[in-house]
């Protein structure tokens, strides 16, 4: 087999991947300031792929805490494996996996690109609600954004308790995976020139918590590590995302492995010695770990200040955002089984309302009856309804957060914004497929099989998907050379998508068809926008400016 191969290579001077050992003559070696990275030849496009470099390493004796940047490679460091997953129950197979040693990013590589005539660079930060989540080819892959002649990178962090526990102490202070992505975001800028990327064009973009990470590097007050940004379904505007340091999840991870005590030392001290298969066992039906709001101490770096709504952005400045979410954001949510509980036992408004409010019962009644009286008129809430609490949760968590985000980018004078719907019912819907759920719009991540080559998805895209893909990959990688996702009208592009103005909210719809429109959802969004102007300071977390 292998024999074959080579044979083939020499004589039709292309590369191949599984023998790169023996025919390393073809396999890219690139000189970075690490050291010396191996690559490979892509057989599905003109580009080569380095896979798995690690760029930071977890501290062994406090694998909770913030993670240390990669030393050098002594040796040649041969890229060739993207399978490293960080600690958690994989989503497609659902089994417990991952180790520590998942601090590796993949670089692939378009063979236009070198140091001489260097591309923009495109990093993508995966969604998995900071629990799950993995940047290996299995669900990315890079051959629909490479052929545009853009390097694509794609970051793995932590997820899980050993990303986002969140304590009391200088140890463990917080957001250890937003600041693994930073080690990343770092790396990038210092090495990517090396792999032929233009490391004063870096776009960053993310999905749901890949879109929330990418914001809050916008709000963080470290370095500016990137030029332009993408935020795909998912900003820090989401409400009651973030907590604030404490202790009583930790201790309980410790009890459900065995160990009991009130000493935080202690207790970080066991859990580091269990292996993360137990560690992730013994998360089953306990509290997420979730970014935080961190303290402050001395000589540790923090990232999350405070709650966005209290912050001042002043990277924004002149920087071009696209933004967007899908059109019908809950849909698959409401039709699981395991949340049928939302039809009979919660009552969602109710929730949703107490948990990022703070309002007295008197208060928080009129808000639910008044949301209920919008949402679902006098009916109860049941099945009958479904489609109006998805709008409803939508709303909330999704659309309205992306507004207010844009507004308060537009009143931090950043660059030209960029808004759209996705809105496409096709064969390629993420979420949607693997729910099988066939009506409706786009659900929740239902976009990324249009923008990522998706391993399992071994068939042929049909003609039709196959341009929503054409379409896609092309605004996004235009927005990642040029500022402007359509610098000129093209017959695949027939449509000026213009950016948001100071009254009008322009957007594109991506459908079958680019439709460009103003103000998506505009009644429902004005309900919101009036509930937020009277409410803004019940918001939990809400800190006056002039204290
Ligand atoms: C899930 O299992 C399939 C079949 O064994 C395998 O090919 C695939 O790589 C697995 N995916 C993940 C993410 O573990
Ligand atoms: C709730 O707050 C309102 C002010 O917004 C106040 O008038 C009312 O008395 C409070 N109700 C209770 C039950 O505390
Ligand atoms: C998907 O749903 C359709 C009905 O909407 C059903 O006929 C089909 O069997 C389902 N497929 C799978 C794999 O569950």
């Keep these: 087999m292998c024999f074959k191969t080579v044979f ?12 790169h050992s023996i025919d390393s003559r073809v396999d890219p070696l690139v000189d970075t300031k690490v050291g010396l990275i191996r690559g490979l030849k892509a057989e599905d496009g003109d580009y080569s792929m380095f896979l798995g470099i690690p760029y930071g390493k977890v501290e062994e004796s406090n694998p909770f805490g913030p993670s240390l940047p990669q030393e050098t490679f002594e040796e ?8 490293a997953i960080c600690p958690q129950i994989e989503e497609f197979n659902k089994t417990n996996t991952g180790t520590l040693d998942c601090l590796h990013l993949n670089i692939y590589v378009p063979d236009v690109a070198s140091t001489k005539s260097p591309v923009p660079v495109l990093v993508w930060i995966y969604g998995g609600g900071f629990q799950i989540g ?43 995976g937003f600041k693994d992505q930073l080690l990343a975001l770092r790396w990038i800028k210092d090495n990517i020139g090396s792999f032929g990327g233009n490391s004063n064009k870096i776009t960053l973009f993310g999905e749901s918590a890949g879109g929330i990470s990418v914001d809050y590097h916008l709000l963080s007050r470290q370095e500016k590590l990137f030029n ?38 202690e207790a970080l001290a066991f859990l580091a010695n269990q292996s993360p298969n137990s560690v992730i066992a013994a998360m089953q039906g306990t509290d997420r770990f979730l970014p935080c709001v961190e303290n402050d101490y001395e000589n540790v770096d923090k990232f999350i200040f405070d709650y966005t709504f209290n912050l001042d952005i002043p990277k924004v400045k002149n920087v ?53 009286h919008f949402y679902i008129g006098d009916e109860e809430i049941s099945e009958q309804v479904q ?42 819907n993420f979420v949607k497929k693997r729910l099988n759920v066939t009506f409706g719009g786009a659900a929740h991540a239902d976009e990324i099989g249009y923008l990522f080559d998706i391993s399992y998805m071994k068939d042929e895209p049909s003609h039709e998907d196959q341009l929503v893909i054409d379409r896609m990959t092309t605004l996004w990688a235009n927005f990642v050379k040029y500022s402007k996702p359509m610098p000129e009208i093209s017959d695949l ?5 213009k950016p948001v103005e100071d009254n009008l909210l322009h957007y594109l719809e991506i459908d079958s068809e680019l439709t460009l429109k103003k103000r998506p959802f505009n009644k429902r969004m004005a309900f919101w926008d009036l509930f937020y102007r009277h409410n803004y300071k019940l918001q939990k977390g809400y800190r006056s400016r002039n204290n």
């Excluded at 040649?76 to 399978?83: H, M, N």
């Excluded at 052929?147 to 202070?173: A, E, Q, S």
């Excluded at 998912?234 to 160990?259: D, H, M, Q, V, W």
């Excluded at 592009?493 to 998508?497: E, G, K, N, R």
Aim: net charge negative.
């Design 8 to 19: 083939l290579i020499s004589l039709l001077i292309i590369s191949f991947n599984k023998c």
């Design 76 to 83: 040649i460091f041969e890229a060739y494996d993207d399978s």
């Design 387 to 428: 489609s109006d609490l998805i709008d409803f949760d939508s709303d909330f968590t999704y659309i309205h957060p992306t507004q207010r985000s844009i507004k308060q980018y537009t009143d931090n004078n950043a660059g030209d914004i960029f808004y759209y719907m996705f809105s496409y019912n096709g064969g390629r």
């Design 134 to 176: 993995f940047a290996g080819r299995f669900l990315y892959g890079p051959k629909y954004f490479v052929r545009h002649d853009i390097i694509l990178v794609t970051v793995n962090y932590r997820v899980g308790p050993y990303g986002f526990m969140c304590l009391n102490d200088p140890k463990v202070p917080g957001n250890q």
């Design 493 to 497: 592009l027939p449509v000026d998508w």
């Design 320 to 372: 071009a955002i696209l933004i967007g979410h899908n059109s019908d954001e809950k849909l698959p949510y409401y039709i699981m089984e395991e949340n049928i509980d939302y039809f009979e036992h919660v009552d969602i408004f109710h929730d949703k309302f107490n948990d990022a409010f703070n309002l007295n019962s008197t208060e928080l009644t009129n808000v639910i009856n008044n949301f209920k």
């Design 228 to 265: 332009n940004l993408i935020i795909q379904s998912g900003t820090s505007l989401l409400p009651s995302l973030i907590g604030e340091p404490e202790s009583t999840r930790t201790f309980n991870l410790a009890a459900k492995l065995g160990f009991e005590s009130d000493d935080l030392n």
